[in-house]
């Protein structure tokens, strides 16, 4: 799997928006971009995915780099629900490990 | 859909005793995995799936052993449980491999080896 490189953790205030960085400069032109959350004590859950195009669901956006080398997670009004880590991975079909980080741990400031 | 279910949710056992995780889904899905996550840390990969009768080692295989006889099932085996094996582990599936279609994780068993 190509690496992805997340800022260990970041702040943002309650109902604003919220943009989570990763960098993925070793991506290969197969390589979806998955992003993935965890609420404290929970399993993890998916949040949304893309491969070139930006992607929009109701739980976020996914913004992709014209090389697809670094995408963006946007929550577009973050609430304290929100807090939680998030994680950028890289599944392939190259290689079938789907591996994690140790993403970036997003606390909301009320 | 009950979606991606595992048992049981809490387990301690004493070092050296064996046990079985259990996984299932009822989506159909092609690819399997488990994860271990340690307090504070994010996953790693201990074995995955990528249809029955096919299973691959991940990152952190050793003490664990897996199988696949069916698409719904896949157990996670502990031979001889040892303190570094506390952890959460979670199980998760995926409609195929490749990465077009998203993950789906269990809740989680909680596992403490004394």
């Known amino acids: 799997d190509a690496k992805t490189t997340q800022p260990n953790s970041m702040e943002s205030n309650e109902e604003e928006p919220v943009h989570l960085p990763c960098n993925h400069s070793?991506?290969?032109?197969?390589?979806?971009i998955h992003w993935y959350r965890q609420l404290p004590s929970q399993g993890p859950e998916y949040v949304i995915h893309g491969l070139t195009s930006n992607v929009n669901n109701r739980m976020a956006s996914l913004a992709i780099a014209e090389d697809r080398k670094s995408s963006t997670l946007i929550l577009h009004r973050a609430t304290l629900r929100d807090a939680a880590v998030y994680y950028c991975?890289?599944?392939?079909?190259?290689?079938?490990?789907?591996?994690f980080g140790k993403g970036t741990r997003l606390h909301i400031l009320p | 859909n009950a979606g991606v279910t595992q048992t049981p949710k809490f387990q301690v056992l004493k070092t050296g005793q064996s046990m079985t995780l259990q996984c299932a889904q009822d989506m159909n899905h092609e690819y399997m995995s488990w994860y271990r996550q340690d307090p504070g840390m994010g996953l790693r990969l201990i074995h995955y799936?990528?249809?029955?009768?096919?299973?691959d080692q991940g990152e952190v295989p050793n003490g664990y052993n897996v199988s696949r006889s069916t698409t719904e099932d896949f157990p996670l085996r502990l031979l001889s449980a040892a303190p570094s094996q506390t952890s959460v582990y979670f199980c998760a599936s995926s409609y195929s491999r490749g990465g077009r279609y998203e993950q789906f994780f269990g809740p989680g068993t909680r596992l403490t080896v004394l």
């Open positions: 799936s990528v249809g029955a009768g096919i299973t």
């Open positions: 991975i890289l599944p392939s079909n190259r290689d079938d490990k789907i591996i």
């Open positions: 070793t991506i290969s032109g197969t390589d979806y």
